[in-house]
């Protein structure tokens, strides 16, 4: 356990689907984010929340929605998803700035696949 | 824009040391960091070099050179469980967000 929780780990959606991923921290930090990881590529950054505000939104298409309803919880609803949309969904948060000696503590993520 | 490159895989043997090479372009600098993230498991934090020269933890340490924008992560004493995938990040762009931004990531295969 890393202090960031997600749920579900794995989830399987057909593209008429509206499902919903869950994060949570209970570790006092300020900010979190959404990130995409695909095979052989770099973690995508989606969105930033900063004290509940989102603060970025990476050109994210629309099917993907985020919520942060207070600074321990994020969710991010999807619906009308694409087959290529089929990747890991990471949370993370930090304190400030995310650098130093704390860095991002990261969920482990939830293996979605759209069919 | 930013953008961070290393090298897709690297494979060593058991006990060895390794280094993990990230170069990277940025427009403004605020340090960089390493992760480690395991098949299956969530990314972690490694280390975070906002000044020039070597950070240690441990069997781990993590070199920055700002004028050659480069740095290394060291893995000495080599074990089993170091096969993983590691990456390199940069701060992102906008400074009123709170953002990384990460490279591809190394692919380290630890042998017997």
């Known amino acids: 356990e890393t202090g960031v929780t997600q749920t579900p780990r794995h989830l399987v959606m057909g593209m008429t689907n509206k499902k919903s991923l869950k994060c949570e921290q209970h570790l006092g930090h300020n900010a979190m984010y959404w990130y995409k990881q695909s095979a052989k590529k770099p973690l995508e950054l989606m969105f930033v929340?900063?004290?509940?505000?989102?603060?970025e939104n990476n050109s994210v298409p629309s099917r993907f929605s985020p919520e942060c309803p207070n600074s321990s919880h994020l969710f991010l609803h999807l619906h009308t998803l694409q087959p290529e949309d089929s990747a890991l969904y990471l949370c993370?948060?930090?304190?400030?700035?995310?650098?130093?000696?704390?860095?991002?503590?990261f969920g482990s993520g939830t293996r979605l696949t759209v069919v | 824009g930013q953008s961070l490159e290393q090298p897709s895989e690297v494979t060593a043997v058991e006990g060895a040391i390794v280094q993990i090479n990230c170069t990277y372009q940025?427009?403004?600098?605020?340090?960089l960091s390493w992760y480690q993230q395991h098949d299956g498991g969530a990314p972690t934090f490694l280390s975070y070099?906002?000044?020039?020269g070597l950070e240690e933890t441990g069997r781990f340490s993590s070199f920055l050179s700002r004028s050659d924008s480069y740095g290394y992560l060291l893995l000495q004493e080599l074990q089993m469980k170091d096969s993983a995938s590691y990456f390199c990040a940069v701060r992102g762009q906008r400074d009123s967000s709170y953002t990384l931004i990460f490279g591809s990531g190394t692919r380290l295969l630890v042998r017997p």
């Open positions: 929340y900063n004290f509940k505000e989102q603060t």
């Open positions: 993370a948060s930090s304190q400030d700035r995310g650098q130093g000696a704390s860095g991002y503590t």
């Open positions: 940025t427009s403004g600098f605020y340090g």
């Open positions: 070099n906002a000044l020039d």
